[in-house]
């Protein structure tokens, strides 16, 4: 399985949330799992190993979550 596939499966879909014709994708999931929350966190900072980073900016309600672990 591939690292989308596995960030993908570890995320709930919640239909018609929070009203008919919405997907609501429930991170809950995959916070509660510690390989696929290191995957998300390996995943999202990959693209930036060997940068100089001053400041990670968590955007969004859970954005504080990443951003701290960041």
Do not use: Q
């Not at 570890?10 to 991170?27: E, Q, S, T, Y």
């Not at 998300?40 to 900016?57: F, K, Q």
């Amino acid at each position: 399985m591939s690292a989308t596939e596995s960030l993908r499966s570890a995320i709930r879909d919640v239909v018609d949330f929070p009203k008919p014709g919405i997907v609501f994708k429930d991170i809950t999931t995959l916070l509660r799992d510690p390989e696929g929350l290191k995957l998300a966190l390996d995943s999202l900072g990959a693209p930036y190993v060997g940068t100089h980073i001053d400041l990670v900016v968590g955007m969004e309600s859970r954005g504080f979550i990443f951003g701290a672990a960041l």
